[in-house]
């Protein structure tokens, strides 16, 4: 299949969605990118790489680090990381406080914010210095060093995450964070700021579309089954209140972030990033999300 | 693969587990199924049949149903079946009247009682005989013309419908149900009085694994985006409060109901039924779940 | 004090108002109600009427009639009632389901529509023919036997009744309704469109500010202890969600309907009745609740 | 009436109840408080004082503050309070953070402790030295000067008040709160933990019991309006979820804490004010509950 021509169809296609979105404006780090901004990149396990537009253009993959936070800590903790996290969709907006407190400070899953802050917990509690290791754990990945948090987007989350910090609080009140509220706050927004390019997502990503085991390094990352539960998780909660339009649409695990990025994996096959900044009403990539659902179309491939 | 070896495999392996589940209780006709009854049903697309157990006995096929419910819908009145159902996970109780009533009206997925109401009352709506064309089309899917429901347990579930009673009610204060409340109860409660056997269950959902083609009859019974659509939807919404769980452990879009049936699919590849009476606490079949975790695990075969 | 100036001042000062409400529109029976109705009666207990307005003509008394419910079921079944509604103010709207299912289908309070449904129910169980019952019951508080239930509102009501039948079939999957779901909405129905005039509904209360014994008949119709009870929860849940609003503006003891008639009493002085059938927001009639805040203010009299 | 013999009585009666409660025990300083504590205070507005039992110990007032803080705030900045803290019932546990982000970060009421945190940010954007004002106010009502925070009871609340926490994150996410949130936190918290005697909490509210006049320096605390509002606010919002049974066991406005101390008043007549840390099940004084039913029934008084 002529991938390069079908991802040059695609782009005309969705060329007429990219200034349609809503930039997310929250905080003005995120408000003041440019909303034209526009690239895919396919990335195939027998190491192939496609690509059209600005893919080598770093941006805030915010949401997508929820992938490797949990991915670094299951490796390391194995099941009862879900002991205090559950895996199931949240069929709520994704940070809403009613599902938390109706279910005691146990999140729905680890990829909405309160599951994300429960992992952080997590990370604080077992690794001696979580920043450098999680940092250390997406460079190998991508397999280069140049991968960085954005301090300023971290400080610009924090002067407004609020919600984020009613969240912590309430599931310190419920006995599920073990830390310093400040120092969960802190870590897991260092976490959302980090920066990558469509090209650079697409190499993290392939590793799990390879079971775990990455493809140029061969290191398994992951075993078979935390492989199976985190492709299962992306599968039903990996698009905020959308996974089921995703599934149907598109059809393929993944993650998508408020920076206008979106990951998704075929296993065995490919990884796939999208980057288009304008978003749709349920927070996810409006060009992004019809990217690939044309490139799902057009190829015939999806999980089902 | 040898595959009638490895269900005999798993049924030597699931045996500890049949008595241990709770059977529904909520009716007398459902209490008093023999918990013991468990049986398995595989059926290829390349028209091969493995079996274990007891696959000839009809059960209630209760909320199995309502696959075969809304393709019917879908296939007749298109995409427009999404104006008033939506397609994405609960994250609630399947039964919950706190997002019907929050979401105006609107149920989550077709999946759910609420929504399975909405897609009946349409249905009513629609056609001109919907319980002889519901029969008629299950019968289609199955290929043969013994399938009937159950008047005793129909009668036996409006009896102590009053959930769904409440439900339907909701949903007509919002607008969102044409018909008379009654009407549309009487007949939903029989469309999950069905009963069916494992065999005839995997013989009308492996025309889904087909992406809606009959194997025998070559009939298209769905176009190739509403077999993408309810297989996401089966993915997504299939399995009460656990379709996460689900999709890690056994990793196939399917639909479980209270009368201990499952059926799932791979689609291109095959259709598998289980049936065991006994519960876990999620209302899905705790043997059928292990032993379909137990067959995509053995056989190396999932969507993953 | 002058009272009939007072009232008459009164009137002045409300007219502007009287058309500023919103006629409740639910029923057609209701919205076609002349909107510029207008009328206070004032009956003091050493027995002297005062009234400006409309007193003399009947309206449909809505919810005020859950009053007269809750004091003839509880004369018969005493306090046993508060095993099956609660006797807390809702904090929600009127007639929201969410907290009926938190509560496990026990009502709030006897004035929202759910506790009233099942007061119903407890009639229906306990007397013989609760529809003559009550009615007598009300024509003996007011002392006269002209007063009647109007079936085309009631009819009317039912057509449009589907929350409160999914409210009456929720209770009952609790278990906490005992009849007919139908006999129980027909008879509730018929219970709110009962008509009176202001004139009537202020005898009719007057024995309630009496401490349950009648005036003139001298009957003693509750007990001390049910006065209290009544008392009670007419000021902290006689106005929908504006209890709080009221008891600050007003700071008397009453019930409210969407009819626009508002009842009230100063236990041991007075009752006064007010109605026009404009509504503010929260369902309470704007002009009347204006009306009675004058009243207590000219006054001075107020239970605080 | 023979109060003092009539206090005697009740201190006879409520003695088998006072160990029957549970003391509040989420912090260390509240559970290590000496269950058989037990007093009454009964102040009058011709100045005759009756009491029995421990009424000259200090305990910790807790939310009995609310009533306080209300009443400075709303004497220095009047209605305007009331668009950022609402005036209703709020029907759900006093802390329930749900309700909470439904209706967009305004509280119900300034007694739960969403409302007094609210409160608190008003208290610190509009005095110079909200801490000191406090205290001050405190003691004026009083008129005495050693009434104090307990510095060690704030402390404890802070570390473990993520609940709090939790709330004031949300409401300043919703722009519900001006102020930095740990300093909100930290004064709320001494604001509670002020520690005031039965005899002197009876004079803090004798002031409320005269329409907000001191009836020693004569001094105008608050205006006829304030003083309304705040009985009312008493009266429908002042026992948790228990407003409405205290309404009909007592029949008087007021306000309790979980230190176990309860302050109620008749307005014109007296204040009244128990204290016994055995709480029942909705967090009210049992014994403390108790006490005032039987008052208000042995003298025949209360606002009905």
């Known amino acids: 299949m002529d991938y390069q021509k079908i991802l040059e169809e695609i782009h005309q296609e969705v060329l007429p969605l990219v200034d349609k979105g809503k930039v997310a404006d929250y905080i003005p780090e995120l408000a003041n990118v440019d909303r034209n901004k526009f690239g895919i990149y396919l990335l195939t396990l027998d190491d192939n790489a496609y690509a059209v537009g600005d893919v080598l253009e770093k941006f805030s993959i915010q949401s997508i680090s929820k992938?490797?936070?949990?991915?670094?800590t299951i490796s390391h903790l194995g099941e009862k990381v879900y002991d205090r996290v559950d895996v199931e969709p949240s069929g709520d907006p994704f940070n809403s406080l009613v599902q938390l407190e109706h279910e005691s400070g146990i999140p729905r899953n680890p990829f909405i914010n309160s599951g994300a802050l429960v992992i952080t917990d997590m990370m604080i509690s077992s690794f001696a210095d979580p920043r450098a290791e999680f940092l250390e754990y997406v460079r190998d990945l991508v397999g280069q060093a140049d991968v960085f948090c954005n301090k300023?987007?971290?400080?610009?989350?924090k002067e407004h995450g609020f919600k984020n910090a009613a969240m912590v609080n309430l599931m310190k009140s419920f006995g599920n964070i073990e830390n310093d509220v400040d120092e969960v706050l802190?870590?897991?927004?260092?976490?959302c700021s980090i920066e990558m390019t469509c090209s650079e997502l697409a190499r993290a990503f392939r590793v799990f579309a390879n079971h775990g085991r990455g493809v140029i390094d061969t290191k398994k990352y992951i075993t078979e089954?935390?492989?199976?539960?985190?492709?299962a998780i992306?599968?039903?909660?990996?698009?905020y209140d959308e996974a089921g339009e995703f599934a149907f649409r598109v059809g393929l695990p993944g993650k998508s972030g408020v920076?206008?990025?979106?990951?998704?994996?075929?296993?065995?096959k490919y990884s796939i990033v999208t980057w288009s900044p304008g978003l749709n009403k349920k927070g996810n990539s409006l060009a992004g999300m019809k990217a690939l659902e044309l490139f799902t179309t057009k190829t015939g491939t999806s999980i089902f």
């Open 225 to 231: 089954s935390q492989f199976k539960r985190i492709t």
């Open 186 to 191: 802190d870590l897991y927004f260092e976490f």
């Open 259 to 268: 920076g206008g990025g979106i990951a998704a994996i075929l296993p065995d």
């Open 234 to 239: 992306m599968q039903t909660c990996g698009f």
């Open 152 to 157: 300023k987007v971290a400080a610009s989350e």
């Open 67 to 72: 992938v490797f936070m949990l991915a670094l």
